[in-house]
């Protein structure tokens, strides 16, 4: 148990400890004006990582198995009975400034009725991550998945959520950086941990939303060198097709009136930009 205020959990396999150290080092936490609590739970075990941790004074948990991004992240919060008021959920390839953690803290502290906020996502040259997304179908994500193969356009008003000024309420966003209110992650149990690798970010967003809003807020942002492995790789390809079957027994291939809903207010949001 702690009163502090953020918990900040990566969950890494095989990372390289040089990056990870890349990675806290640009947080520079010693400046940051929140008390928090930073943990590394390593899914693969190795001893470059435990050390760097050690030397560091980093709480490090190594997990003997892979237990998958979703079961990573609840083992953090478990280890602290989901006792901080947020946490930012991380990933061991994105780079956040302290200055963005403030304020992004700030603002989902602030506003009661928010779940989970993610910061604007960059590539390494700038450009912008389209991370907000409405909630699949299962044709959208055929679209989607052939879009991305063949380099087609995408879908215009979902590019216009992601290239909000200010604030908005969006259906679901990619989760490499998640600000997420402790109280109603502990209400949802944390991530559906049925879902060993991808799709759980979405799956976490729709069940977060029932206890306040998904906000993309572009104002702060982090840089985030996303790699689309599952368009390359035919094994995670398939791992990706697994969630995606998985998420769609859990909320209709079909018939899903919450997606027509979510995805019908998201429109309207897009058509007011």
């Not at 604007?120 to 879009?147: A, H, M, T, V």
């Not at 590019?159 to 309420?169: F, P, S, T, V, Y």
Request: proline content about 2%; glycine content about 6%.
């Amino acid at each position: 148990m702690t009163n502090k205020d953020l918990l900040i959990s990566i969950v890494v396999f095989g990372t390289n400890a040089d990056e990870l150290d890349k990675v806290i080092s640009h947080m520079n936490l010693n400046l940051i004006q929140i008390s928090y609590d930073l943990i590394v739970i390593d899914n693969k075990g190795d001893k470059k990582t435990e050390k760097y941790c050690l030397n560091q004074g980093i709480l490090y948990l190594k997990t003997f198995k892979n237990l998958g991004f979703g079961a990573g992240h609840n083992l953090a919060s478990k280890h602290f009975n989901f006792s901080h008021r947020i946490q930012l959920i991380l990933n061991p390839d994105v780079l956040i400034s302290g200055e963005n953690i403030f304020d992004a803290f700030n603002y989902i502290d602030q506003n009661k009725s928010v779940s989970l906020l993610s910061p604007k996502l960059l590539n390494e040259d700038g450009s912008i991550q389209y991370i907000c997304r409405f909630l699949p179908s299962p044709i959208s994500l055929i679209k989607r998945f052939f879009s991305k193969v063949f380099n087609l356009k995408t879908n215009t008003l979902e590019d216009k959520l992601n290239l909000a000024k200010d604030h908005i309420e969006v259906p679901s966003i990619h989760g490499a950086c998640f600000f997420v209110r402790s109280s109603n992650l502990k209400l949802i149990k944390g991530f559906d941990e049925k879902y060993f690798l991808y799709v759980e970010d979405i799956d976490l967003c729709r069940e977060l939303s029932e206890y306040g809003s998904i906000i993309y807020l572009p104002s702060c942002f982090a840089i985030h060198g996303h790699q689309r492995g599952s368009y390359k790789k035919l094994n995670l390809l398939k791992s990706h097709l697994r969630s995606f079957i998985y998420y769609f027994n859990k909320w209709g291939f079909v018939f899903d009136n919450k997606r027509k809903i979510a995805n019908s207010a998201a429109i309207k949001k897009c058509n007011s930009i």
